[in-house]
């Protein structure tokens, strides 16, 4: 069974950081891209950033501004994103996708105080 699970969202102080983590089950992780997504209320969904297999590539959105960075341990079936310097706009719901086949986790919470 193909399966995304995150943790590490929380409450955090502006200026403060989190890292997330996704463990990946089901598949053969180190061959597919992993990205993270993040959805705040009323809001559409945007992504965060991106890894290639075998991290070759990585991408973010524009709005992260060197502030966040995704990783994977493919030993570990795990992407992380580590997030430095959150802001209260940062605050929402993350989450992990498999963009092949258009697997999802069900999300960690973010909030930021200010």
């Known amino acids: 069974q193909v399966q995304l699970v995150e943790s590490g969202g929380g409450l955090v102080e502006q200026g403060g950081s989190l890292r997330l983590s996704c463990l990946a089950s089901?598949?053969?992780?180190?061959?597919?891209?992993m990205r993270w997504y993040r959805q705040a209320p009323g809001k559409e969904r945007e992504l965060v950033a991106y890894?290639?297999?075998?991290?070759?590539?990585?991408n973010y959105g524009a709005f992260v501004k060197g502030r966040f960075i995704i990783s994977r341990d493919d030993a570990k079936n795990t992407v992380y994103l580590q997030m430095n310097n959150l802001r209260p706009e940062d605050a929402g719901t993350y989450y992990c996708?498999?963009?092949?086949?258009?697997?999802w986790g069900r999300g960690t919470q973010v909030t930021v105080s200010s």
């Open positions: 890894t290639y297999p075998y991290a070759r590539d990585i």
């Open positions: 089901g598949f053969a992780f180190s061959s597919y891209a």
């Open positions: 996708q498999r963009p092949n086949g258009d697997v």
